[in-house]
């Protein structure tokens, strides 16, 4: 199979995203008392979820939606598309047609393409198969202090993102944990370490909210229960118990690493039995190989 088309590619590329501080975006978001983003988490019960909201809540969903709705949702929505090398990733895998099914038509608000990262490209509006879409570009806006090593997810992009536009609207994140689940795994390529650090010190500020997570920090609390210690020596403390931890932790990884070597190298001969898919192929083709 050839890879995709010079000119394409161009024109994927060339797409014209809206300012990220436009009135436009402002009036968008205009009207709703509450914006809810939704994690494909397995602590997320939309049932439960819907009943803590009022009707003039809007909710964010995210790329392959069937990992928490199980039928239509009938509440104002928007969904999440996150942009790959090749374009929006449901797009590019197929899946459109079949995550905007669990969407009311109604009151289904349609798609924002977000990219993050200078290789991440939109898919032209024709794609979606005839859904509204709107293209966001907060590469810019995380630059300067993201971890360079590492990309931002969609849902914290999303969350700084909005809470920074100064909105009415409460911000609410629902489901984001960053916890391994038994069913969907938690990518490397994300900070996520840096990212609770960042979304729980705007919860503390009162910038967003998020459900199931204490606004106290039972550390903080230490200086004033026991005011004979003062703020730096509980830090300093809790550091050196977080370090320990983590070095019995790590000398655990080593053995679990030489117990299951022989798994590991059937798994690395499997992968490299393994045919190519069809975006593997279409990569390669790009870069020449």
């Known amino acids: 199979m050839s890879g995709p088309d010079v000119k394409d590619l161009q024109a994927t590329n060339a ?24 994690a494909n988490s397995d602590e997320v019960d939309i049932n439960e979820l819907t009943s803590r909201f009022p009707e003039t809540t809007l909710f964010i ?71 509204a879409v709107r293209h966001l570009d907060l590469t810019a806006l995380f630059a300067p202090f993201y971890p360079k090593t590492s990309l931002p997810t969609s849902g914290f992009a999303l969350c700084f993102w909005l809470a920074n536009l100064q909105l009415s609207a409460t911000i609410t994140l629902a489901g984001f944990s ?12 994300h900070d996520w370490t840096y990212e609770q650090v960042v979304l729980r010190l ?24 026991f005011p004979e210690y003062s703020p730096g020596e509980i830090a300093l403390t809790a550091n050196e118990v977080l370090s320990e931890r983590l070095v019995n932790l790590s000398s655990i990884v080593d053995r679990l690493m030489h117990v299951t070597r022989f798994l590991r190298f059937i798994d690395r001969t499997y992968k490299k039995l393994k045919p190519k898919t069809r975006k593997q192929r279409r990569w390669d083709a790009m870069e020449g190989k």
Do not use: C
């Not at 501080?21 to 009036?27: A, D, F, L, P």
């Not at 995210?62 to 104002?76: A, D, G």
């Not at 960053?178 to 390529?189: A, I, N």
């Open 15 to 38: 797409i014209p995203p809206r300012e990220i501080n436009s009135e436009e975006w402002r009036s968008f978001f205009l009207g709703y008392s509450h914006i809810v983003l939704v």
């Open 61 to 131: 969903f995210f790329n392959k939606v069937y990992k928490v709705l199980s039928e239509p949702f009938m509440r104002n929505a928007i969904l999440v598309s996150r942009s790959g090398t090749l374009g929006a990733n449901l797009v590019k895998s197929g899946k459109v047609s079949r995550v905007v099914q669990y969407f009311d038509k109604n009151s289904f608000l349609g798609i924002i393409n977000l990219a993050i990262g200078d290789r991440e490209k939109f898919s032209p509006e024709s794609e979606f198969g005839g859904v």
């Open 178 to 189: 960053s916890k391994r689940s038994e069913r969907y795994q938690v990518l490397d390529v």
């Open 202 to 225: 705007m919860y503390r500020r009162g910038k967003i909210d998020i459900i199931g997570r204490e606004k106290t920090n039972p550390y903080a609390d230490l200086a004033t229960h």
